[in-house]
Structures are given as structure tokens and as C-alpha cells.
């Protein structure tokens, strides 16, 4: 992988593994079912595909990017409908103008 993407791929793997860490973290601590079932899934196929070719087909890298996806998404609070959201404040402060 690193001889096609370079230092550019490598970087961005890192990136990437370091935000899932720091969203497994905030898990362990805080979670709800979704999320630990989120984590599980990362976890054992991350360590799956150390044996095997299991992301190189969508049977293995769909549930992944998902689960990592539900990992860092910010999590939903009834009653408070985007509130704090950055997209949400620019579009406000647009339509202010």
C-alpha cells in the first residue's frame, strides 16, 4: 500500500488510526450499544485482516469504514436539534447578512 500512496498514504493511515483510537477511548468510557458494537467491529476485523486479505473486498472494508464512521460522528442529543453544530452556526450567520 505505502509503495502506491507514499508518505501522503502513510499519514493519512495515521491520521485516520489515530482518530479511531481517540473515538475507541471516548467509547470505553462513554458508550451506548451502537457504539460498542461500532467498536467491536473495528477491533476484530482490524485484527482479522492482520491473518488475512479481509479488506481487500467489500465484505470487510463496508462494515469497517461504517463502524468507523458511527465512531466519529458526534453523538445525538434529543432536544437540541444542531445546536453548536459548525455547519449549523455558518448557515445561521449567512443567513443573518
Not at 37 to 43: A, P
Amino acid at each position: 500500500m505505502f509503495a502506491r500512496t507514499g508518505a501522503v498514504g502513510l499519514l493519512t493511515l495515521v491520521a485516520f488510526s489515530l482518530a479511531i483510537g481517540a473515538a475507541a477511548w471516548r467509547t470505553v468510557h462513554d458508550y451506548d450499544d451502537l457504539r460498542l458494537l461500532s467498536l467491536l467491529i473495528v477491533v476484530g476485523l482490524a485484527v482479522g485482516s492482520l491473518v488475512g486479505v479481509v479488506m481487500e473486498a467489500p465484505f470487510g472494508a463496508v462494515p469497517v469504514y461504517w463502524a468507523a464512521g458511527v465512531l466519529l460522528s458526534r453523538p445525538w442529543r434529543p432536544g437540541r436539534s444542531g445546536e453548536g453544530s459548525s455547519i449549523t452556526s455558518r448557515i445561521t450567520a449567512l443567513r443573518s447578512r
